[in-house]
């Protein structure tokens, strides 16, 4: 128990750069107070005590803002950031080495009392506000964007965002989380900034169009100065345009 509870604050040095002090991971993170109260609670409901199991959670709910149910599994070196507004539920399975951000619903599409969370496998990043919903599989190493909604099968090592969420990044199961945390080439939110997402590039090429034509015009203007032809200072030859476009608006 001791070396769990150690192993856990050690997780906190490794993912969160604000962290200081053992003392202050001991009594500040309410990432790491819910997983005491869900130890307890989930034992309490292994053991048939539903309604005491649902009360501990329920009174982890109310100090930490996080509310994980008692028969949710939860594996090793598991780490909540800030924490507020997280809901794990009931049948949700989370492997090893997995990190959430605040506001993240783990949460099931229906009402049977069958498996209806999600599983997330192991080193899974989920970003701030995502919701990933239904029995479904979220690979190893994958990661979720902020604010994705998850409805179908993540497969390993990809990146899902948007809404719906769409695959963003090609699959690399060799890559696929098997290793502790800090060698996963961990990505602030789990949006990285070279994902293969096609409106993302799409905007990087007409900036890239952009600035290559304003070089052009630039060289063009030099050029015409060399050749003696005047040209007008481009800050002046915007300010006149807006002056004759107003005026023409004005009349």
């Known amino acids: 128990m001791l070396e769990r509870i ?16 053992v003392w202050e991971v001991v009594t500040c993170y309410p990432g790491f107070h819910a997983l005491l109260f869900h130890r307890l609670s989930s034992r309490l409901w292994h053991a048939h ?3 005491l199991a649902r009360f501990v959670s329920h009174i982890a709910r109310w100090l930490t803002g996080i509310e994980i ?4 599994s939860i594996g090793r070196r598991f780490f909540v950031d800030h924490g507020m507004g997280v809901v794990i539920g009931e049948t949700a399975e989370i492997g090893d080495d997995c990190t959430l951000y605040h506001g993240v619903t783990l949460g099931g599409t229906s009402w049977s009392h069958g498996k209806r969370h999600p599983t997330l496998g192991k080193g899974v990043i989920v970003g701030a506000g995502a919701k990933i919903l239904g029995p479904i599989l979220v690979g190893d190493g994958a990661k979720i964007g902020s604010n994705a909604v998850v409805v179908k ?10 809404i719906p969420a769409r695959i963003v990044e090609d699959v690399q199961p060799d ?7 800090s060698r996963l080439g961990f990505s602030a939110y789990a949006v990285s900034g070279d994902m293969n997402d096609p409106i993302v590039q799409a905007v990087h090429q007409m900036l890239d169009h952009s600035v290559t034509v304003d070089h052009r ?16 200072d481009e800050k002046a030859t915007a300010d006149k345009f807006d002056a004759n476009y107003l005026n023409r608006i004005v009349d």
């Not at 890559?175 to 945390?181: E, I, L, T």
């Open 217 to 232: 015009i630039a060289y063009i203007l030099e050029q015409l100065q060399r050749l003696g032809v005047p040209v007008e």
């Open 153 to 162: 099968a993540v497969p390993p090592g990809a990146t899902a965002v948007g």
């Open 69 to 72: 149910h008692p028969g949710a």
């Open 175 to 181: 890559k696929a989380s098997s290793q502790p945390f």
């Open 49 to 51: 005590l539903k309604w």
């Open 6 to 21: 150690k192993e856990e604050i050690a997780v906190v040095f490794d993912r969160d750069p604000a962290a200081r002090t």
